[in-house]
Nanobody, 120 residues
Framework: QVQLVESGGGLVQPGGSLRLSCAASGFPFSSYVMSWYRQAPGKERELVATISNRGVLRSYAEPVKGRFTISRDNAKNTVYLQMNSLKPEDTAVYYC?????????????WGQGTQVTVSS
């Protein structure tokens, strides 16, 4: 079955950096588009970044453009999110999500997420 294991979150000061990882299994990873989503307390889950199956296409939500970078390693079935210049408003639980097509909504497959807290 599909398994998604996010890791790399933690507590970081404003301006700091974190690198999130998502290890995937149970599906042909290199055939799937991968996205990162986040959900802050009291808010709906929102799309953060998307990468095409071979990494050629990447897109970002406006609030994170220029600060976050999504990447993937198909040999390791892993997708990453490098987060720099973190702000308190980046505080959320971060999730990865696989989907078949680049512009479609999220699939029903979610991991447990990883908590990112940006605070001084």
């Amino acid at each position: 079955q599909v398994q998604l294991v996010e890791s790399g979150g933690g507590l970081v000061q404003p301006g700091g950096s974190l690198r999130l990882s998502c290890a995937a299994s149970g599906f042909p990873f290199s055939s799937y588009v991968m996205s990162w989503y986040r959900q802050a307390p009291g808010k709906e889950r929102e799309l953060v970044a998307t990468i095409s199956n071979r990494g050629v296409l990447r897109s970002y939500a406006e609030p994170v453009k220029g600060r976050f970078t999504i990447s993937r390693d198909n040999a390791k079935n892993t997708v990453y999110l490098q987060m720099n210049s973190l702000k308190p408003e980046d505080t959320a639980v971060y999730y990865c999500n696989p989907k078949r097509n680049y512009n479609e909504g999220p699939s029903d497959y979610w991991g447990q997420g990883t908590q990112v807290t940006v605070s001084s």
